[in-house]
C-alpha cells in the first residue's frame, strides 16, 4: 500500500462546477499538508498549505484536513478553464526537519483535471 | 518574492557528456532540494541540502553530482547519463522546518529543466 493514494482520473468537469479532490494517507505521523498545481511540462506551484486538522479557505480554494480519517481534500469553486492541470497533494511528518535535515515531502500521484468551456 | 530560477530550461545531451543544471533562490531559503519527475508521476526527491550542506541523497546514482556553493544556488552536475535519466529535473527551497506549523515546510519549485539523454 502506497503511503499516499491520489485518484490519479482524468477529471473532466465543466465550466463553473466545484471541483472536489482528495487523497488518502495511511502516516498517522503526516502533520503537514500541501497541494501544488502542475501545468503541462511547468514545476509545481503552490496553491495551498494546512498545518494539522481542519479547513483552510483561498479564494476559490478550500482545502480540508480530517486526520482521525487520514483524508484530505481539496475544492475548487466556480472552475475555470485555467484551472486545468495536474493537482498533487503533499505532507510531511512533524519533527522531520529538527535536525537539520530539510523537509522530506510525500507526494500524491496526481489528479489530472480538465475544466471544459 | 516565492521565485525559484533554473537554467538552461532545456537540455539535450548525449551519453558521454558532462552537463550541470543551476538552480538559484533569493527567499533567504537554507534547504534546497533536487526532484526527478518523469511524465504523469510526481515528483521523486534525489537529494536535499540544509545549510548548504548535503543532508539527504536518496541512493541516486554517482552519474549525478550534486553541489550548494553558497546558500543562494544549487547545481546538479550531470555525466555519464543514461537514456533513461531523461525527464524534468526541478529544484525547490524552503525555510529549514522547525516543527512551529508555520508554514516552513512548504517547498517552493522552480520551472523545472527538460533533460534528454541521447
Known amino acids: 500500500q502506497k503511503e499516499v493514494e491520489q485518484d490519479p482520473g482524468p477529471l473532466s468537469v465543466p465550466e463553473g462546477a466545484i471541483v472536489s479532490l482528495n487523497c488518502t494517507y495511511s502516516?498517522?505521523?503526516?502533520?503537514?499538508f500541501m497541494w501544488y498545481r502542475q501545468y503541462s511540462r511547468k514545476g509545481p506551484e503552490l496553491l495551498m498549505y494546512?498545518?494539522?486538522?481542519g479547513n483552510k479557505e483561498d479564494g476559490r480554494f478550500t482545502a480540508q484536513v480530517d486526520k482521525s480519517s487520514k483524508y484530505i481534500s481539496l475544492f475548487i469553486r466556480d472552475s475555470q478553464p485555467s484551472d486545468s492541470a495536474t493537482y498533487l497533494c503533499?505532507?510531511?511528518?512533524?519533527?522531520?526537519?529538527?535536525?537539520?535535515?530539510?523537509?522530506?515531502?510525500?507526494f500524491g500521484t496526481g489528479t489530472q483535471l480538465k475544466v471544459e468551456l | 518574492d516565492t521565485e525559484v530560477t533554473q537554467t538552461p530550461k532545456h537540455l539535450v545531451m548525449g551519453m558521454t557528456n558532462k552537463k550541470s543544471l543551476k538552480c538559484e533562490q533569493h527567499?533567504?531559503?537554507?534547504?534546497m532540494y533536487w526532484y526527478k519527475q518523469k511524465a504523469k508521476k510526481p515528483p521523486e526527491l534525489m537529494f536535499v541540502?540544509?545549510?548548504?550542506?548535503?543532508?539527504i541523497n536518496e541512493s541516486v546514482p554517482s552519474r549525478f553530482s550534486p553541489e550548494c556553493p553558497n546558500s543562494s544556488l544549487l547545481n546538479l552536475h550531470l555525466h555519464a547519463l543514461q537514456p533513461e535519466d531523461s525527464a524534468l529535473y526541478l529544484c525547490?527551497?524552503?525555510?529549514?522546518?522547525?516543527?512551529?506549523?508555520?508554514?516552513?515546510?512548504?517547498?517552493?519549485f522552480g520551472p523545472g529543466t527538460r533533460l534528454l539523454v541521447l
Open positions: 525547490a527551497s524552503s525555510q529549514v522546518p522547525q516543527g512551529s506549523g508555520r508554514g516552513q515546510e512548504t517547498q517552493y
Open positions: 502516516n498517522s505521523a503526516f502533520q503537514y
Open positions: 494546512t498545518y494539522s486538522s
Open positions: 503533499a505532507m510531511s511528518a512533524v519533527g522531520y526537519g529538527l535536525t537539520g535535515g530539510g523537509n522530506k515531502l510525500t
Open positions: 527567499m533567504g531559503h537554507r534547504a
Open positions: 541540502y540544509s545549510y548548504e550542506k548535503l543532508s
